[in-house]
């Protein structure tokens, strides 16, 4: 009789345990190994690598699709991953995979994104990670392009492993898939407004809302590849020392 385990592989998310998009990419990752579905029970988009420290969190088992083993958390993306390290999971994931988001998650929406926090978190913790988002926000798009990126992807990840410290970032348009560029993070901001009302209450109240603006010229970066059709895949580290700056400031004394 054979010792041998299926990889288990450990699926977050931050549009919720119930999204389409989390179950997408269960039904990829199920064709490696033992998927367990750990994510955060409500909508969490944006809330970057936000954790919960001032209540106790909460977990709840659910079937999903009658098919696998989820627990809904009532905390944060970066949350779920730590608490399926902690204490969730009756073995250590071989692999965490995070998404797939409605939404991109490239250039700047990178530090904004629960999705990929989720993926960094899973770095932290020592496991080779990818986060998986499609660029179309609707909640039925057709993901088809994406997971197939996804299982290329999960499947290299798996026999290939990862640096220490690097998260994979992957990006895809809807639709079929068109081909994978390796391509770096884009330069771009949020140009941002914020307009003023008032409340029944005759309070005040604030509304955001933004204008993405890409600063790149370089046409090497992920929202130049997902804009002419392709799925972009960004190895990305948590460490943000700016190392090109480091060296010339050594001799500075204070």
Same mark, same amino acid.
């Not at 179950?23 to 033992?34: I, M, P, T, W």
């Not at 995070?98 to 899973?122: K, P």
């Given at each position: 009789?054979?010792?041998?385990?299926?990889?288990?592989?450990?699926?977050?998310n931050?549009?919720?345990?119930?999204?389409?998009?989390?179950?997408?990419?269960?039904?990829?990752?199920?064709?490696?190994?033992?998927?367990?579905?750990?994510a955060?029970?409500?909508?969490?988009?944006?809330?970057?690598?936000?954790?919960?420290?001032?209540?106790?969190?909460?977990?709840?088992?659910?079937?999903?699709?009658?098919?696998?083993?989820?627990q809904?958390?009532?905390?944060?993306?970066?949350?779920?991953?730590?608490l399926?390290?902690?204490?969730?999971?009756?073995? =250590?994931p071989? #692999?965490?995979v995070?998404?797939? @988001?409605?939404?991109?998650? &490239?250039?700047?929406?990178?530090?904004? +994104?629960? $999705?990929?926090?989720?993926?960094t978190?899973?770095?932290?913790?020592?496991?080779?990670?990818?986060a998986?988002?499609?660029?179309?926000?609707?909640?039925?798009?057709?993901?088809?392009?994406?997971?197939?990126?996804a299982?290329?992807?999960?499947?290299?990840?798996?026999?290939?492993?990862?640096?220490?410290g690097?998260?994979?970032?992957?990006?895809?348009?809807?639709?079929?898939?068109?081909?994978?560029?390796w391509?770096?993070?884009?330069?771009?901001r949020?140009?941002?407004?914020?307009?003023?009302?008032?409340?029944?209450?005759?309070?005040s109240?604030?509304?955001m809302?933004? =204008?993405?603006? #890409?600063?790149?010229?370089?046409? @090497?970066n992920?929202?130049? &590849?997902?804009?002419?059709?392709?799925? +972009?895949? $960004?190895?990305?580290?948590?460490?943000?020392?700016a190392?090109?700056?480091?060296?010339?400031?050594?001799?500075?004394?204070?």
């Amino acid at each position: 009789m054979s010792d041998y385990q299926k990889p288990l592989i450990l699926v977050c998310n931050d549009d919720g345990i119930f999204s389409n998009g989390i179950k997408a990419l269960a039904d990829v990752a199920d064709e490696f190994g033992d998927v367990e579905i750990i994510a955060p029970d409500r909508q969490q988009s944006a809330v970057g690598h936000s954790i919960t420290i001032s209540t106790p969190l909460r977990a709840r088992a659910f079937r999903i699709d009658n098919r696998f083993n989820g627990q809904a958390v009532s905390g944060t993306p970066a949350d779920s991953v730590k608490l399926a390290h902690n204490q969730l999971l009756k073995r =250590k994931p071989d #692999l965490v995979v995070s998404g797939i @988001n409605h939404g991109s998650n &490239a250039g700047i929406n990178i530090l904004y +994104s629960g $999705t990929v926090s989720a993926a960094t978190e899973g770095t932290i913790l020592g496991y080779p990670s990818i986060a998986v988002s499609c660029t179309d926000f609707d909640e039925d798009a057709d993901l088809s392009g994406c997971k197939d990126a996804a299982r290329k992807v999960i499947g290299y990840v798996l026999n290939h492993g990862l640096p220490k410290g690097v998260t994979l970032n992957l990006n895809a348009p809807s639709g079929p898939l068109k081909g994978i560029k390796w391509v770096r993070q884009a330069n771009s901001r949020y140009v941002e407004e914020f307009e003023g009302r008032i409340d029944p209450h005759n309070r005040s109240y604030y509304w955001m809302t933004g =204008k993405f603006q #890409l600063l790149d010229e370089d046409e @090497n970066n992920d929202i130049s &590849a997902i804009e002419k059709g392709f799925a +972009s895949l $960004t190895p990305i580290q948590y460490d943000l020392t700016a190392y090109s700056l480091l060296d010339d400031l050594r001799d500075i004394e204070f």
